[in-house]
């Protein structure tokens, strides 16, 4: 039996290459979570139970703005900067856990694409060349837009937890942007 051949030696490749497919993953990724452990009170209207959701996504995605893990996330758009057909996909999500309800979480998604031209016109905006800066600024507007379009997403399902009083406990947001070259599975 040849060493191509050989299912052990197939099966450790395959586990390497999953192993290494979960370390990039945590470098990939910048999050935001915020844990709200103020209860509303019980004749809380509906408009200012929803304020507190709203106002919990939007601590998260500051988190997420400011996190330590965005700027190693924003200095792999260098090799996306060095080549012309090179291209990244992302997405922004928001998923809202009821801590103290069964409910299941509510979960939002918005995808977006980095191409060559984003650099260039974050380049003139911010009137320096360094790759890291401007994919941040990048990174900064994607998240914003993102979190925007996530939330509209999932509103409706956050209405529906208000119907079920599923917000009247521990609530917590979590708000994550996802970077993979285009070439990337998953």
Do not use: C, W
Request: aromatic share 4%; glycine share 6%; charged share 35%.
């Amino acid at each position: 039996m040849s060493l191509r051949t050989n299912p052990d030696r197939i099966l450790e490749n395959i586990d390497r290459r999953r192993s290494r497919m979960e370390d990039t993953r945590a470098e990939r990724q910048a999050i935001g979570r915020e844990l709200d452990t103020d209860v509303p009170p019980v004749d809380a209207t509906n408009p200012e139970r929803i304020k507190r959701l709203f106002g919990a996504v939007e601590r998260a995605y500051v988190g997420a703005a400011q996190s330590q893990t965005l700027g190693p996330l924003a200095q792999r758009f260098q090799a996306i900067g060095d080549l012309s057909d090179h291209k990244a996909r992302g997405d922004v999500s928001i998923a809202v856990r009821y801590l103290d309800h069964d409910r299941p979480e509510d979960f939002g998604m918005a995808p977006f694409n980095v191409y060559p031209e984003h650099l260039v016109e974050a380049k003139k905006e911010t009137k320096t060349s360094r790759p890291d800066v401007n994919a941040m600024k990048i990174l900064r507007k994607e998240l914003r837009t993102g979190v925007l379009a996530a939330y509209q997403k999932v509103e409706p399902r956050l209405r529906d937890a208000l119907r079920d009083r599923a917000d009247m406990g521990h609530v917590e947001v979590q708000v994550t942007i996802d970077l993979r070259p285009i070439g990337d599975a998953i």
